[in-house]
């Protein structure tokens, strides 16, 4: 195993020291040990971030970037799941929330980050465009007909779908999500490839080996896995503390999404400052995409097998920020070369959405 040290030795105890974390809140050990709790989650994020480069680096573009996004979406759509059995009928709103939030915070949290980072140290970056229209034009279909259109059916009064409504848009919703990764992945798999490669020495640096990536592939689903238990543990302390405050519960799910974000996020940007905008945007819009395709899916099927009316729709307000955001989006995105400057508007958009969420 001579390929070992090319993991830092922190990497490999992060995982096993969030779950060894997390066995110590089955006891009563104090608030103080909410401030443990919390240090673990940000180590056992940075240790995600490092397994899912390794993996990156060694399946290559655009496989890699499916990797960190994948294992994130399918705990973030556990955690929902789980939730909604917890709460039953009071927490149909839950799916909602989540995907919105998540939503808001990749397209301008994000994205927005991403395009200042690496427009301040590049001055203008570069990037496909017809992968990101690709995934934008699939973003915006996915968000009018789960997010908005629900507002405006008749079946059912309010801001839901009848059963059939649903199902017929959860088979959409995985139509979408199969047909973009199969375009990623087989058919234009060169449109997601980054458009500096040949100048971007860290593209050409020498693959972990198999050991490392083996490795880190084993310990990225495992540190995934605490970073989330470990948020849902201290979810009632910042639910306890956005009472205190006087705050919307909607700022709850604004904290949890961003926490459970946090790995995504540290690697786009991380890909930006290395002037790999086209990582970067594959890894937050595809990661979006991944939200959506298959926490709508997994929800309806929980919803219709027990009964539960699933609200969908968002408010007027919130249907505003969205499409605002999907224009943004489409003219920043719109011409394959970005500056700071787009990266300044996305993120006075997001700063929006979080000051209206606190004082809606």
């Known amino acids: ?11 490999l105890v992060a995982p096993v020291l969030g779950w060894l974390l ?10 103080a040990y909410l401030a ?32 960190l996004a994948a294992a994130v979406t399918a705990i973030e759509v556990a955690l929902i799941v789980t939730l909604m059995l917890a709460g039953g009928e009071s927490a149909m709103a839950l799916a909602r929330d989540t995907v919105f939030a998540t939503v808001m915070i990749i397209l301008d949290g994000i994205v927005g980050l991403c395009l200042l980072v690496g427009g301040r140290r590049f001055h203008e970056q570069q990037f496909g465009l017809y992968g990101v229209n690709a995934a934008l034009s699939t973003l915006a279909a996915f968000v009018f007909l789960t997010l908005i259109l629900p507002n405006f059916a008749t079946t059912v009064p309010g801001p839901y779908y009848s059963n059939k409504q649903l199902g017929f ?20 798999r060169d449109y997601f490839l980054p458009a ?33 238990l470990i948020a849902k543990a201290i979810s009632p302390a910042i639910e306890a503390g956005v009472a205190r405050l006087g705050a919307p519960q909607a700022l709850v799910g604004v904290i949890i999404a961003v926490i459970v974000l946090l790995p995504e996020g540290l690697a786009a940007v991380r890909a930006a400052r ?23 899916p997994t929800v309806a099927i929980v919803s219709i097998v027990n009964g539960w009316p699933v609200q969908l729709g968002l408010d007027e307000k919130s249907m505003v920020l969205l499409v605002l955001s999907m224009l943004i989006a489409g003219q920043s995105l719109g011409t394959g070369r970005t500056t700071m400057m787009q990266g300044a508007v996305h993120l006075v958009v997001f700063a929006v959405y979080l000051f209206f969420t606190v004082f809606p």
């Open 1 to 11: 195993m001579k390929a070992l040290p090319q993991l830092p030795l922190w990497t």
């Open 22 to 31: 997390l066995a110590g809140t089955r006891l009563d050990l104090g608030d």
């Open 36 to 67: 443990v709790l919390a240090a673990g989650l940000l180590i056992g994020v940075l240790a995600s971030v490092h397994h899912a480069e390794v993996v990156a680096h060694r399946v290559g573009e655009p496989f890699g970037t499916l990797v």
């Open 169 to 188: 848009v959860a088979i959409v919703s995985l139509v979408l999500y199969g047909t973009f990764l199969f375009v990623q992945t087989v058919r234009h």
């Open 196 to 228: 500096n490669a040949d100048h971007d020495e860290s593209v050409h640096a020498a693959p972990p080996s198999r050991a490392v990536t083996l490795i880190s592939a084993l310990l990225l689903p495992v540190g995934l896995a605490a970073v989330v």
């Open 274 to 296: 290395l002037n790999r905008l086209q990582t970067s945007l594959n890894l937050a819009l595809g990661s979006a995409l991944a939200s959506i395709g298959l926490s709508i």
